[in-house]
Each structure stands twice: as structure tokens, then as C-alpha cells.
């Protein structure tokens, strides 16, 4: 019977001897995020551990000081804590790095139905107001170059020279505009891979 005791010592005094990432796991394996948290060094493990305590906002903090590997969690935190639009954000980004991934998809369009729609204000015409750009008596166009690009900066113009050089062959312009539209379906993961023997 003065074993048991004896045992339990040892095993806390090794604990206390291995440091604290072996503390930490024991609080995770006891379902104790919360007593596992500040003894985590990594703030992507400590901001889950966070999360699952319930404290959203340290692990948000946690995320946000992790950097783009937890933008996933990020996203989860943002909408725990309230702060859909950014939420929405987190989980556009990680769609962009892998559109295929349906965990995101779905977390997107949950935020995505919880932020109210954005309504414009609009003049008497029935139109969104707009403010102009232009100086009295100055060019819009000059206005719109001012602020940075050109208007065709990298882009090819669509004149007589162009169309020339255009084949004749509405077949072939179907034919690429079919194989660009079947990359961006499989980039998009929304077709299923080609079978090796079709029969």
C-alpha cells in the first residue's frame, strides 16, 4: 500500500524533471486545455488549446502571432469572437491556397450567411452615388492615370490589327475556351480525375 504513493511522487517528480511540453500533453490527454495552455511555447498548439477552453480571444491572439500556417484556425477564432467580415476573409484565403478544401468551403459560407448584405447609398436617379476623381475642368482619364496604372498597363488593345491576327476557326476558339474552362474545374476541384482505362 505505500507503494502507490511512493509511484505517484516519481512520476511527478519526472514530469516536473522533463520540463513542461510533457505537463501540457498530460493536461490534453485529461481533456484540461485550459491547464495546458500556458505551458505551451507554440502559439499554433497553445491557441488550439485556447480554442478548445473556450478562451476565443487569446486564441486568436495565439493564431495571429503564429503566422499563415493556422490561417484555418484563425479563420474559426475570428467568427467565435465575433468579427464575421475578417472571418469570411481568413477562410476566402485558405480557399485560395486550396480551393478543394470542403471543411473551408463550408465554414465560408456559414460566416459568409451570418454578415448582413452590404446595401449602397443612392442618389435620387436611383443609381449608387459616386464621388468624382476629376478636377474641374481636368480629364477623368488623367485623374485615373494619376492614381497609378494606365488604363491598358499590360493588357492588349482590341483593334483592327488585333482581330486581324485572330484565326478564322470559331472550332478552335471553342475548343481552347472548353480545355481552359476544364483546368479551372479540376484547379477548383470539381472534377473528378480522368480514369485510366475509360471501358
Known amino acids: 500500500m505505500r507503494l502507490a504513493p511512493l509511484i505517484l511522487a516519481l512520476g511527478l517528480a519526472a514530469l516536473a524533471v522533463a520540463g513542461r511540453a510533457p505537463l501540457a500533453k498530460l493536461a490534453l490527454v485529461l481533456h484540461l486545455p485550459g491547464l495546458a495552455a500556458p505551458l505551451l511555447d507554440d502559439p499554433a498548439v497553445r491557441g488550439v488549446a485556447l480554442y478548445q477552453a473556450g478562451d476565443y480571444p487569446a486564441a486568436d491572439q495565439a493564431f495571429q502571432q503564429?503566422?499563415?500556417?493556422?490561417?484555418?484556425n484563425r479563420g474559426l477564432s475570428l467568427?467565435?469572437?465575433?468579427?464575421?467580415?475578417?472571418?469570411?476573409?481568413?477562410?476566402?484565403?485558405?480557399?485560395?491556397?486550396?480551393?478543394?478544401?470542403?471543411?473551408?468551403?463550408?465554414?465560408?459560407n456559414l460566416v459568409a450567411g451570418l454578415i448582413p448584405p452590404t446595401q449602397g447609398v443612392a442618389n435620387n436617379a436611383g443609381r449608387?452615388?459616386?464621388t468624382a476623381i476629376a478636377t474641374p475642368g481636368g480629364s477623368p482619364v488623367d485623374e485615373i492615370k494619376r492614381l497609378g496604372r494606365p488604363l491598358d498597363a499590360g493588357r492588349l488593345v482590341a483593334d483592327a490589327e488585333w482581330l486581324a491576327s485572330l484565326p478564322d476557326d470559331p472550332g478552335l476558339v471553342l475548343r481552347l475556351r472548353l480545355a481552359q474552362e476544364h483546368d479551372r474545374r479540376i484547379a477548383m476541384g470539381?472534377?473528378?480525375?480522368?480514369?485510366?482505362e475509360p471501358w
Do not use: C, H, M
Not at 503564429?66 to 484555418?72: I, L, N
Not at 470539381?190 to 485510366?196: D, F, I, L
Open 66 to 72: 503564429a503566422g499563415r500556417g493556422s490561417t484555418y
Open 79 to 108: 467568427a467565435a469572437t465575433g468579427d464575421l467580415p475578417l472571418s469570411r476573409a481568413y477562410f476566402d484565403a485558405v480557399l485560395f491556397a486550396n480551393p478543394a478544401d470542403s471543411e473551408a468551403r463550408e465554414n465560408r
Open 128 to 130: 449608387i452615388a459616386a
Open 190 to 196: 470539381q472534377t473528378a480525375a480522368e480514369e485510366v
